[in-house]
């Protein structure tokens, strides 16, 4: 009998476990994946998808023990399965797990951690499932507070899935005829507005002036991945306090959670229409005892902090960059186990929201990889490194990424990274 | 040093995590709880709330060792906290928790398993993260497919509570005015109908000859609860087949998790919208451990099998009890440590959706509490035994009591428990 040491058991465990998680060849997966799964979900690199079982940190890992840097993954907010979040949640599943009727700890704890993070003014949370549950939510609280149904959202803005949002989400709708849409959703062009959201602030006003309320949407970019400030909303500086926050994705690091935070006023309106509001799962015990150690864990290990450097130190790797290639085609990253998205209106612009522990050796790299790829489709096409023009006149106009929430990114680890890269193509294209 | 022995460790244990679970004396929780969550999430007993810490199989635990009979909870539905449950959510945390673009055996794995307990059909699934989405969710599939906006709904029914839902549950719109009510959506009201859901196959099947389809909501009465059949709609015989079914609370013992299944034809629709479907935290590898490992436990502990016995058996019980207390006024039993709810149109039915672990013994209980309060509360009001009238004309002339969703029981552990009784008044009390 071979001894084997405490590292190697805990290596030799963790393969097994990675082992016993494979219960079908791949093959087998994606046909049962293709019969039993909507086929309007769609999946990465469907022509060959990756069969994932096992995520540590900025890393994920295949059925064969490839591993992945994951850029693609703004979820997994504080890195995949982070031990004090597992730790936690599995404490309090073994303890308790239900419904916000009867009176718990944690369910008040959160709401007041939460609340030490905005203005004092928001100060009153209803906890929901999912950011579009969340988004939900929030329309239902402004029509009730302002006696309207008008909504002013902006072009390529995406808010979720549930009816009410898609529509409110002209990057759902935009290819639906005008009779299928709504007649009280208002869409802004980008084009027209400012900086945060691309609403500038006087007009934020001019909406208030006419009995209207703000409502900004945190699902994709809050939790600190701006670097400068924990929400977006604070880059619109210091006074500017919205009405209604609504958050999601990263919150519970992937665990199935959301938040409304809303003022004091909002909350009471709500409450005279005389309708109670009862949300199963929102706000159990589970939920927030996760929801808690993922704000611990934030602080502890300082990923605003670090988003905030490396996301600068990565903005100046890009900047080089796009100097050295001023045109980029179709760009496939998943053989240089990067994983990234494209997104935007034309599908051109690289979405990059990785874990907050993205490091700046993990920067290095995927800049490494991503200037090996542009040299050598560049050389390929014929192309100069300097001075060639864009395949899509838009793509080099742009001064910076948007997002699917039609938002820009002030330099932190959020989407595109706040990098001018702009692509010509889809880099990772999802389709059936 | 004293020597402890192992189960006095894991008593001792338990009673230590129970203890540090309690971070604020209650009445701080309250004050918490009133300063940061909206008062439109009402809570249990709001004259004096419960706090709970702890809570396994049909029982759950107060701050201060108080234990309950849980009734009330048709969430927990394998049991508080099951140990196989719960090790199956925490090792497959421990793992990896990602989004649906990923294949993962966990995904397809548990889409089979819920297929096999549903007709040939049924073969599509979508994974969200509540009853809620899952019913919005049905909504679009079906406008997808039919073309047509028209819902007919049931009297008193309950749906869910996004903004879509609301629309299509009379139990939450009906106090609103006309204007405020959706006009595609048309009440059937209850007393024309007839069993399951109250509205014939006849009338069904007349309704998909003019191109309609039909959506079955299992969120409350699915998974073996009804006790002769695993979902309510086989009520209805074997031909039966809805378009569509949605699950949700018992789906995941408490985890935020559901489904919506389909037809081939009416997920094929779904795709040809050109629309993508995602949902960021639905069908995660926990959440599709949890459901196999819920799914695990109902057919190892005969789950469905207990149900039907002991709903019987507390079918027997409280038919013997109406023979003897023609009426009941106002009940609070949370003194007796039994926690029951009401509802219904005049809130005069009791609802009774204890976990599916729930005992002869527990039924044995809850009956003697119930005699005992039934006959103290007659006493008082001086009446007779028999032949009282009731407060109310429609309380005793009702058959069968009906849930939220305007559902009848069978004879399981579902809402009503299948009895006769009929409430005066609402027995457990939902008000801030």
Same mark, same amino acid.
């Not at 995406?158 to 899935?161: I, K, Q």
């Not at 009816?163 to 898609?166: D, E, R, Y």
């Not at 909303?233 to 500017?240: A, K, N, P, S, T």
């Given at each position: 009998?071979?001894?084997?040491? &405490?590292?190697e058991?805990?290596?030799l465990?963790?393969h097994?476990?990675?082992m016993?998680?494979?219960k079908?060849?791949?093959g087998?997966?994606i046909?049962l994946?293709k019969?039993?799964?909507?086929?309007?979900?769609?999946?990465?690199f469907?022509?060959d998808p990756?069969?994932?079982?096992?995520?540590?940190?900025?890393?994920?890992?295949d059925e064969?023990?490839g591993?992945?840097?994951?850029c693609?993954?703004?979820?997994?907010?504080v890195?995949?399965?982070?031990?004090d979040?597992?730790k936690?949640?599995a404490q309090?599943?073994?303890?308790?797990?239900t419904?916000?009727?009867?009176l718990?700890?944690?369910?008040?704890?959160?709401?007041?951690r939460?609340q030490?993070?905005?203005?004092d003014?928001?100060?009153?949370?209803?906890?929901v499932?999912?950011? &579009?549950?969340?988004?939900?939510?929030a329309?239902? =609280?402004a029509?009730?507070?302002?006696?309207h149904k008008?909504?002013?959202t902006?072009?390529?803005a995406?808010?979720?899935?549930v009816?009410?949002?898609?529509d409110?989400?002209?990057?759902k709708?935009?290819?639906?005829s005008?009779?299928?849409q709504n007649?009280s959703v208002?869409?802004?062009?980008?084009?027209h507005s400012?900086?945060?959201?691309q609403?500038?602030?006087q007009k934020?006003?001019?909406?208030?002036?006419?009995?209207?309320?703000f409502?900004?949407?945190?699902?994709?970019?809050?939790?600190?991945r701006?670097?400068?400030?924990?929400w977006a909303?604070?880059?619109?500086?210091?006074?500017?306090v919205?009405d209604?926050v609504?958050?999601?994705?990263p919150?519970?690091?992937?665990h199935?959670?959301s938040c409304?935070v809303?003022?004091k006023?909002?909350a009471?309106?709500?409450?005279s229409s005389?309708?109670?509001?009862?949300?199963?799962?929102?706000?159990?015990?589970?939920s927030?005892?996760?929801?808690?150690?993922?704000?611990d864990?934030?602080?502890?290990?300082d990923l605003?902090?670090n988003a905030?450097?490396?996301?600068?130190?990565?903005t100046g790797?890009?900047?080089?960059?796009?100097?050295?290639?001023? =045109?980029?085609?179709d760009?496939?990253l998943k053989?240089?186990?990067?994983?990234?998205?494209?997104?935007?209106?034309?599908?051109?612009?690289?979405k990059?929201k990785?874990?907050?522990?993205?490091?700046?050796?993990d920067?290095?790299?995927?800049v490494?990889?991503?200037?090996?790829?542009?040299?050598?489709?560049e050389?390929?096409?014929?192309?100069?490194l300097?001075?060639?023009?864009s395949?899509e006149n838009?793509s080099?106009?742009?001064?910076?990424?948007?997002?699917?929430?039609?938002r820009?990114?002030?330099?932190?680890l959020?989407?595109?990274g706040?990098?001018?890269?702009?692509f010509a193509?889809q880099?990772?294209?999802?389709s059936?």
């Open positions: 009998m071979l001894s084997v040491g &405490s590292k058991r805990v290596a465990s963790l097994s476990l990675r016993s998680a494979e079908f060849v791949k087998k997966t046909e994946r019969k039993h799964i909507g086929p309007s979900c769609k999946i990465f469907s022509h990756i069969k994932i079982v096992q995520a540590k940190g900025q890393y994920m890992y064969k023990g591993s992945y840097l994951d693609i993954n703004n979820v997994a907010h890195g995949h399965c982070h031990p979040v597992v936690a949640g309090q599943m073994e303890l308790l797990n419904n916000s009727r009867f718990h700890d944690n369910l008040v704890l959160y709401a007041q939460l030490a993070t905005l203005p003014k928001l100060s009153v949370c209803y906890f499932n999912s950011g &579009s549950e969340a988004n939900d939510l329309l239902r =609280l029509w009730q507070y302002t006696g008008d909504i002013i902006l072009e390529n995406y808010h979720g899935h009816s009410s949002l898609i409110i989400s002209p990057y709708f935009h290819h639906l005008d009779t299928e007649q208002h869409v802004v062009q980008a084009k400012g900086v945060y959201g609403i500038p602030v934020i006003l001019h909406v208030r002036q006419a009995g209207g309320i409502i900004a949407d945190e699902v994709q970019v809050g939790f600190g701006v670097g400068t400030h924990f909303f604070q880059l619109q500086g210091e006074d500017f919205p209604i609504t958050m999601g994705k919150i519970g690091n992937g199935p959670m409304v809303t003022t006023e909002v009471q309106s709500f409450t005389g309708m109670e509001y009862f949300n199963t799962f929102g706000g159990n015990p589970v927030c005892a996760i929801g808690m150690a993922v704000l864990v934030i602080e502890k290990e605003q902090g905030l450097r490396v996301g600068r130190y990565l790797l890009l900047e080089e960059q796009k100097d050295k290639h001023p =045109l980029v085609g760009i496939r053989e240089q186990y990067i994983l990234l998205s494209a997104d935007g209106p034309h599908r051109n612009v690289l990059f990785p874990p907050m522990c993205f490091t700046k050796e920067a290095d790299l995927l490494g990889k991503l200037d090996h790829i542009l040299t050598e489709l050389e390929a096409l014929g192309m100069k300097h001075g060639a023009l395949v838009e080099n106009k742009r001064k910076l990424p948007t997002d699917e929430n039609g820009q990114n002030p330099g932190g959020a989407h595109g706040g990098s001018s890269l702009g193509k880099a990772k294209r999802i059936s």
